[in-house]
């Protein structure tokens, strides 16, 4: 089984930084994406950034380009967030994910194709 715990949440003023981290266990994520979701209240979970853990190709949601980064370090089987020029529409609570099934974008985008879930982090950005 896979266990994903993250952290780095927390309320930071609009324009500014935090960086979310997800460290994994349990196995190899080495045929695995990566990657991250958020939720709002009263929304549903939307895709935010992932990763592909060996080759470390990127995606992105639209409405974070130029903003987000997403890296991983292989040595210490974690992965990262950094969120910069945050916006109020950024504030949810995030959740990192592991996709063991990432052979095609559309299995890395999109929520149902995640088989495993930190217990989420609340970021808030206030003005």
């Known amino acids: 089984q896979v266990q994903l715990v993250e952290s780095g949440g927390g309320l930071v003023q609009t324009g500014g930084s935090l960086r979310l981290s997800c460290a994994a266990s349990?196995?190899?994520?080495?045929?695995?994406?990566v990657g991250w979701f958020r939720q709002a209240p009263g929304k549903e979970r939307e895709f935010v950034a992932a990763?592909?853990?060996?080759?470390?190709?990127?995606y992105f949601a639209e409405s974070v380009k130029g903003r987000f980064t997403i890296s991983r370090d292989k040595d210490k089987n974690t992965f990262y967030l950094q969120m910069n020029s945050l916006k109020l529409e950024d504030t949810a609570v995030y959740y990192c994910?592991?996709?063991?099934?990432?052979?095609?974008?559309?299995?890395?985008?999109?929520?149902?194709?995640?088989?495993?879930w930190g217990q989420g982090t609340q970021v808030t950005v206030s003005s």
């Open positions: 994910a592991a996709n063991r099934s990432p052979s095609r974008v559309d299995q890395i985008v999109r929520v149902e194709n995640y088989d495993y």
């Open positions: 349990g196995r190899t994520f080495s045929s695995y994406a």
């Open positions: 990763i592909r853990w060996s080759g470390g190709s990127t």
